[in-house]
Each structure stands twice: as C-alpha cells, then as structure tokens.
Nanobody, 124 residues
Framework: QVPLVESGGGLVQAGASLRLSCAASGRTVSVGAMAWFRQAPGKEREFVSAISRSGGNTAYAVSVKGRFTISKDYAKNTVYLQMNSLKPEDTAVYYC?????????????????WGQGTQVTVSS
C-alpha cells in the first residue's frame, strides 16, 4: 500500500493562488506517474493534471492549462499542484492519485492509489 495524503486546500477569492501537496509514504517505489483529479458537487470526478515517473512529462486538462503547474520533489516523495488565477469553477475536492505505470495519464482507472481529498473553494 502507498498512502497518499493531500494538504493545502482552503477557501480563497477568485484570482488567488493555492498550492496543494500530496505526500506518499510506504512502498513509494511502487508509484510511477502521479496525478490530480477533482470532483465538484453533483459532477463526476475529472482529470486535472499528471506527471510521469521521471517528471519529464506532464499533462493538463484544457480548463487549467496555463494556470496550474504540477511538480514533483523526489526527496520528499511529494507531488505539488500550484494553482494560480483560481476561478469559482475550480471549486471541488481535489484528489491525488498514484499509478504503478510510468507514463502520465488522464484515465483514473490507471491509478491504484488515491488520497482522501482536500477541499478547494473559490469564492467570486
């Protein structure tokens, strides 16, 4: 098992920034690509961003491209999501996910490990 713990969520005004963190523990050698997904009330979980095992490749949803940046700190086994220019439509519970595969992907079914989620609320 690879527990993933998210942090950094909160309530902010539109236009503000937040940085989410996802710390992995346990058998971290089992984790390749990592990603962020989000789920707003009444909506399905959707892909936000992913980073490959090497960190050399990243992917973003169209809705966040140019505003969000995913990064990785290998020494700390932590993945970050820097969110700038936040909008009310970014309001959701954000989940960190880890895949045993090395390549980044937007498919949630490829991710075996999931965190509990952290709430992000953006007021207008």
């Amino acid at each position: 098992q690879v527990p993933l713990v998210e942090s950094g969520g909160g309530l902010v005004q539109a236009g503000a920034s937040l940085r989410l963190s996802c710390a992995a523990s346990g058998r971290t050698v089992s984790v390749g690509a990592m990603a962020w997904f989000r789920q707003a009330p009444g909506k399905e979980r959707e892909f936000v961003s992913a980073i490959s095992r090497s960190g050399g490749n990243t992917a973003y949803a169209v809705s966040v491209k140019g505003r969000f940046t995913i990064s990785k700190d290998y020494a700390k086994n932590t993945v970050y999501l820097q969110m700038n220019s936040l909008k009310p439509e970014d309001t959701a519970v954000y989940y960190c996910a880890g895949s045993p595969l090395g390549g980044e992907s937007s498919w949630p079914s490829l991710y075996n490990y999931w965190g509990q989620g952290t709430q992000v609320t953006v007021s207008s």
